[in-house]
């Protein structure tokens, strides 16, 4: 069904010949359903002190699935019965096989919840079993090294069952495995391992499969990279939108407030002089003036450049063409006074006149 959606057929339209032959397929084996008997007793349970519940778990592209079996051992003699079994189809939207891995251990996590509850019988030891080291690896490390999708089913997984609990097959003995897959030449019949259990669990715990894992595979692992601050980074990066804000006093005022959060945030002082300054005291002043700044290394980069490294002739391409509004914008930095061009504002009733770009929102707005 799933195949069949993802060709994208119409509804009166007729099916593929590659998804009608895997459906008649289906549908052949159907028949066979009615050889399948299904033992209800749990052989040796009632008497034995010593039952375990073993989930075994494993997924592919197509589905994930958990089958669980109890384990009576009375006096040496051990019995194996199926008790449930859950199987999903995988998601349409495309997941790797870890992650369906990691659902699958999931699936099994919730049947053996369902299990003990509704069953009366001690169970003395849960075990699971998957065949996905990388599975392995997440339930054994710090939940918090990965990220959100694998956190938190490990975060499931680790607040329901023991780390160790959970124990490694290979894949070819991992029963869990013919519930992923569709084989058209599966035995449907009660004598299928599906039924009866992995071979190895009548065997004695010490000859059960190992679980060996040397080193992480460091698959989906969230690396925290320190960053050292730099003051290349643009004062924008600290500004709230202009665009926001309908009012020139709500700008500053949220200005001020993000210079407030930084000051009691920072651990190390700004490289950035201007920001040291705007942070040593943020008031409304402080956050007019560093967005004022910012306006002007925006538009004036270069000749800010020039500037700051002793030259006093001006590029070419510079919009500040009238000699007199050069030489006052030169005068006005070499004062430490904000550096604009081109239209001159009286901010506060100030006699000190701010040259700014008429090219910015903020220019435009006022």
Not at 160 to 168: A, E, G, I, T, V
Not at 278 to 290: H, M, R, W
Not at 321 to 337: D, I, P, V
Request: charged share 20%.
């Amino acid at each position: 069904m799933q195949n069949v959606w993802r060709s994208g057929v119409n509804w009166d339209d007729a099916i593929g010949a590659k998804e009608r032959e895997e459906w008649q397929s289906w549908v052949r084996l159907l028949p066979e359903i009615g050889n399948i008997r299904v033992p209800r007793c749990y052989l040796n349970a009632s008497t034995s002190h010593n039952i375990q519940l073993h989930v075994f778990c494993d997924a592919s592209e197509a589905a994930y699935a958990a089958v669980a079996y109890l384990r009576a051992d009375l006096k040496g003699e051990v019995s194996c019965t199926l008790v449930a079994s859950k199987t999903r189809v995988a998601p349409l939207k495309p997941v790797s096989i870890p992650r369906l891995e990691l659902m699958g251990a999931i699936i099994g996590l919730h049947l053996s919840k369902l299990i003990k509850q509704e069953v009366t019988l001690p169970v003395t030891k849960t075990i699971f079993w998957t065949d996905s080291k990388n599975v392995l690896h997440w339930i054994r490390s710090d939940a918090r090294r990965y990220n959100q999708f694998v956190a938190l089913r490990v975060g499931e997984i680790l607040e329901s069952s023991n780390p160790f609990d959970w124990r490694w097959v290979p894949s070819a003995e991992n029963v869990a495995d013919e519930g992923t897959k569709c084989n058209q030449y599966e035995r449907m019949d009660g004598d299928s391992r599906w039924f009866r259990a992995p071979e190895f669990l009548v065997l004695p715990p010490k000859m059960w499969p190992e679980t060996h894992l040397p080193g992480s595979t460091a698959l989906e692992v969230l690396h925290h990279i320190q960053i050292e601050p730099t003051s290349n980074l643009p004062l924008s990066t600290i500004m709230p939108k202009a665009e926001r804000f309908s009012k020139w006093e709500k700008f500053r005022a949220a200005q001020r407030n993000v210079l407030h959060f930084l000051q009691r945030l920072m651990r190390k002082p700004a490289q950035s002089k201007h920001l040291q300054l705007a942070l040593s005291c943020p008031t409304i002043e402080g956050a007019e003036n560093l967005i004022i700044l910012n306006c002007q290394l925006e538009a004036f980069g270069e000749e800010i450049n020039c500037l700051q490294r002793g030259l006093c002739i001006m590029p070419e391409s510079s919009g500040l063409k009238e000699e007199s509004t050069q030489q006052k914008a030169f005068n006005l930095m070499r004062k430490g006074q904000l550096f604009c061009q081109a239209r001159v504002l009286l901010l506060h009733s100030s006699l000190i006149s701010t040259i700014v770009s008429t090219t910015t929102y903020i220019t435009k707005s006022l």
